[in-house]
C-alpha cells in the first residue's frame, strides 16, 4: 500500500507565494508520473501539473510562468511552487501518482493524496 500527503497548503494574500508537497510513503520501487490536481468549489477537478521520472514536466496554461513543479526521487517527494498567487487559484489541491510496487513490479497503481486547501484572498 501507498499513501500521499501533501502539506503545505494555507492562506495567502494575492501576489504572494506557497510551495506545496507531496510526499510518497509505503512499498514503492519507483513512481512514474506524478501530477498536482485542483478543484475548486462547483467545479470539476483538473490537472494543474505534471512531472515525469526524468524530470519532464507539463503545465496548464493558467499557471504558466506562475507555477514550477520538482521532485526528489530519492526522497519520493513532488514539490510545487506557486507565485504570483491569484484569488482564481484558490481550490484544493490534490497528488497523484502512478507507482510500481515490489510486490507487483510487473504492475502500476494510481494513488490519490487527501488534498490540501490553498486560498488566495484578493
Known amino acids: 500500500q501507498v499513501q500521499l500527503a501533501e502539506t503545505g497548503g494555507g492562506l495567502v494574500q494575492a501576489g504572494g507565494s506557497l510551495r506545496l508537497s507531496c510526499a510518497a510513503s509505503g512499498r514503492i520501487l519507483s513512481i512514474n508520473v506524478m501530477e498536482w490536481y485542483r478543484q475548486a468549489p462547483g467545479k470539476q477537478r483538473e490537472l494543474v501539473a505534471s512531472?515525469?521520472?526524468?524530470?519532464?514536466?507539463k503545465y496548464t496554461d493558467p499557471v504558466k510562468g506562475r507555477f514550477s513543479i520538482s521532485r526528489d526521487n530519492a526522497k519520493n517527494t513532488m514539490y510545487l511552487q506557486m507565485n504570483a498567487l491569484k484569488a482564481e487559484d484558490t481550490a484544493v489541491y490534490y497528488c497523484?501518482?502512478?507507482?510500481?510496487?515490489?510486490?507487483?513490479?510487473?504492475?502500476?497503481?494510481?494513488?490519490w493524496g487527501q488534498g490540501t486547501q490553498v486560498t488566495v484572498s484578493s
Open positions: 512531472i515525469n521520472s526524468e524530470g519532464s514536466t
Open positions: 497523484y501518482a502512478i507507482v510500481r510496487s515490489p510486490d507487483y513490479p510487473l504492475s502500476s497503481f494510481q494513488y
